[in-house]
């Protein structure tokens, strides 16, 4: 197993990173926060904008995904958390093709959408491309169109952010989101934005709450570009309707995220915020959930919302919870085995007989 060194980025041991309870409660509402802004706003993707007072619901989407149903942001995010759920790093290119690219390709073979950027770049490719390969692929359809800033890299790069928790991380991230986001989508902005907006959650995570311009100062040296002084480049008091205008485009579906955020009162504001922008509405709501999941932790997501996410490649909101503690913790369990056993012994339990929870019937207490 391939793991990042805790200082030098080469193969070294597995050992977890040290988190709190909340800490790792903020880490599994990146992921989740992820897949229900995504699940949510699918069916309103393309659409008109909406005011204030207007509340999304789960339905059918745009593309005729089910209620509850993950789209290809979060299933493009699967691959990337499954690596770093595995311990492994994503600054290795064998893994990156194998194990990211390759799971990609998969998907894509009968997924019902996928981003036109990313399907023209996977039609040079197969399942025995390199990183390099992508890489190459990436660049040739960039200089075709004249350009590649889709918002397609940012939508899938929160579970980056659980790989490089630990102190002193910060560049190994940035380097890490930057080699993902150049698998489909060359053009140097979507370094800067992916690399920031990681390390927002990143912040997140492990403190509570983010500063977009402290965070800047880990990209002072990057020669990225793209000012990522553009990205903060917002209105006080914004809203996601005033970027509906092209946000595809990887900066606006940044600005548009952040400000969803930055002025909503608890994650469910945030998300009805990111879909009432209009437009690419699973994207930014995914985008959002991301951000918005690592301030406010899986706790704070409602969990009628969480009991219907489901998705490619058959996943549901528990399945994120685990591989998101494990991706937070380098892939290991802790000392009773949790969250990759199949049980987990607790001593006031040995006396009594097995019950369902009340909350979850595949959880037996006993």
């Known amino acids: 197993m391939n793991t990042d060194d805790q200082t030098t980025g080469r193969a070294a041991s597995s050992a977890p990173a040290k988190l709190t309870a909340q800490q ?3 880490a599994v509402g990146a992921i989740i926060g992820m897949a229900a802004g995504d699940a949510l706003g699918s069916q309103y993707e393309f659409g008109p904008e909406h005011a204030d007072d207007f509340v999304p619901e789960f339905g059918i989407g745009h593309f005729g995904h089910a209620v509850g149903e993950w789209t290809d942001d979060t299933a493009m995010a699967m691959p990337i958390l499954e690596v770093l759920a595995a311990g492994e790093s994503l600054r290795d290119g064998e893994v990156l093709a194998g194990r990211v ?17 990313t399907r ?10 390199t990183e390099e390969d992508a890489r190459a692929a990436a660049k040739a359809y960039h200089e075709s169109a004249g350009k590649s ?21 910060e560049q190994a991230l940035i380097e890490a989101a930057g080699r993902v986001a150049q698998l489909t ?36 040296d990057a020669d990225r570009g793209l000012d990522a002084a553009e990205l903060l480049d917002r209105s006080a008091g914004g809203h996601p309707r005033d970027y509906q ?34 437009g690419d509405t699973d994207t930014v709501a995914a985008i959002t959930g991301g951000l918005a999941g690592a301030k406010w932790g899986v ?15 058959g996943y549901d909101a528990n399945d994120l919870a685990r591989l998101a503690v494990l991706a937070a913790r380098r892939g290991a369990a802790d000392g009773s085995g949790w969250p990759s056993g199949a049980s987990v012994l607790d001593p006031s339990f040995l006396h009594t007989d097995p019950v369902r929870h009340p909350a979850d019937p595949g959880v037996w207490l006993g």
């Open 245 to 278: 205008q092209k946000n595809g485009w990887v900066v606006r579906a940044f600005q548009a995220a952040l400000v969803a955020v930055e002025g909503a009162t608890d994650f469910r504001d945030a998300i009805h915020r990111a879909i009432q922008g209009g």
């Open 299 to 313: 706790s704070q997501i409602p969990l009628g919302w969480q009991r219907r996410l489901h998705g490619w490649p």
């Open 24 to 26: 790792l409660d903020r």
């Open 120 to 129: 023209s770049v996977f039609w040079r490719l197969d399942r025995d491309s």
């Open 149 to 169: 800033a889709g918002n397609g890299s940012l939508m899938r790069t929160a579970p980056v952010a659980l790989g490089y928790l630990a102190d002193g991380r």
């Open 185 to 220: 989508h060359w053009e140097t902005s979507n370094l800067t934005a992916t690399a920031l907006w990681c390390l927002l959650i990143r912040q997140a995570i492990r403190t509570g709450d983010f500063d977009p311009q402290d965070q800047l100062r880990h990209l002072a």
């Open 101 to 117: 690219l390759g799971r990609w390709l998969e998907w894509a073979a009968t997924a019902r959408d996928v981003g036109a950027q």
